[in-house]
């Protein structure tokens, strides 16, 4: 998978130019996300964006969020001005797609995966799964028959929220406890990035909640709670009930927008657990007053961090869990390496991005000590 962490994190937006009445291109209309002041009333909030020249797409009333759209220019800055306003950063600034991006569909294993659950049924051995002495990480916490599955199996009112890619319902260990009535997808396709929609199975950009096109989250989904049922492998807890918190995009991109939506949907329906093991494009790690990086992009990471964190707040005070992985890159972070990965995206056109990687250093670093907001 492209990517596994939930650490500090990232932004952008939606890049579109259209033609004026007379033929001449118009303005390039940009999306934002725009935090509200603590108190702040949504009116007064609303007016302050109107009268910056942005337009509400939606909000998020929860938390004091909402997403705008605007060919203005100098919308980030004249909002902020206002009382009502913390600041605005902009969602999902990919003008083309990136140099060394992956859009993954679904591949050829899927494709003849029903011979696989025929030959997982017909090896079933007895109490553990076929491919459990696969599973060297299972045996490493003895998540097994003789161990933990003996003593506690995890249960249908334990709700597990996957905040990933998506979830595959039809997956044979992942049906048994898939919850289609709470799942979600709070993403739309982006062919710019995901790949022409006709190419989806649902030959649509508006994915429903049971499927995941990219694989990542249905990958943790089964790490965390695949059924005990005589095919495949089993999770650690193999009778949770799996709530599909579908965030992230076909290509594994993921944007605040539907991060925040996400977090405080678990908090409203009663969710237990989130696990979130990806971090929000395009930085890996967000620093609040990184010397390498301009003034916006400092405003810019500190609001991220903001709004993150006050969905997580809003979360666990609603009684959510909230889980982060630790990421798969071997990062101390004691001894901080130069991240040659941020911004991982071109933001323009024209595919300039926001910074040379070169510009990445070890001051940048050491003086980010990148850690988690979560």
Request: aromatic content about 4%; glycine content about 10%; charged content about 25%.
């Amino acid at each position: 998978m492209r990517k596994l962490l939930l650490a500090a994190l990232a932004v952008c937006a939606l890049v579109g130019v259209v033609a004026s009445a007379d033929g001449a291109p118009a303005k390039a209309s940009r999306e934002y996300v725009v935090l509200y002041e603590h108190g702040a009333s949504g009116e007064a909030a609303r007016a302050a964006i109107a009268d910056a020249g942005g337009r509400v797409v939606s909000e998020n009333a929860a938390i004091g969020v909402a997403t705008v759209r605007t060919s203005d220019s100098s919308f980030a800055g004249d909002v902020a001005r206002s009382s009502a306003i913390v600041g605005a950063t902009t969602n999902r600034v990919i003008g083309k797609a990136p140099r060394d991006a992956a859009i993954v569909k679904r591949d050829a294993v899927e494709k003849d995966l029903g011979s696989q659950r025929g030959a997982a049924k017909g090896h079933a051995g007895a109490g553990a799964d076929p491919l459990a002495s696969a599973q060297w990480d299972m045996q490493m916490i003895h998540a097994t028959t003789t161990g933990s599955y003996a003593r506690q199996q995890g249960s249908k009112a334990v709700r597990v929220g996957i905040l990933d890619t998506g979830v595959d319902a039809s997956h044979p260990d992942i049906a048994p406890n898939f919850d289609s009535r709470l799942s979600r997808n709070f993403t739309t396709d982006d062919p710019t990035i995901d790949g022409a929609c006709a190419t989806d199975p649902d030959q649509s950009c508006e994915d429903p909640a049971n499927v995941d096109e990219d694989g990542h989250g249905t990958h943790v989904a089964s790490t965390i709670g695949a059924a005990l049922n005589g095919i495949g492998i089993a999770g650690v807890a193999p009778k949770v009930d799996i709530v599909n918190l579908r965030a992230g995009q076909d290509s594994g991109y993921f944007f605040l927008g539907p991060t925040l939506d996400a977090l405080t949907y678990a908090g409203d329906h009663g969710v237990d657990v989130v696990n979130m093991s990806y971090y929000i494009d395009p930085w890996l790690y967000n620093c609040a007053a990184n010397p390498a990086d301009s003034p916006a992009e400092q405003r810019e990471q500190r609001l991220v961090i903001a709004a993150t964190q006050r969905a997580i707040d809003y979360a666990r005070d609603h009684g959510v869990t909230t889980i982060a992985a630790e990421g798969n890159g071997h990062t101390d972070l004691g001894k901080p390496k130069t991240d040659d990965t941020s911004p991982d995206y071109p933001v323009d056109a024209n595919g300039d991005r926001r910074r040379r990687a070169s510009a990445r250093s070890t001051t940048r670093a050491s003086r980010c000590r990148r850690r988690p907001t979560a």
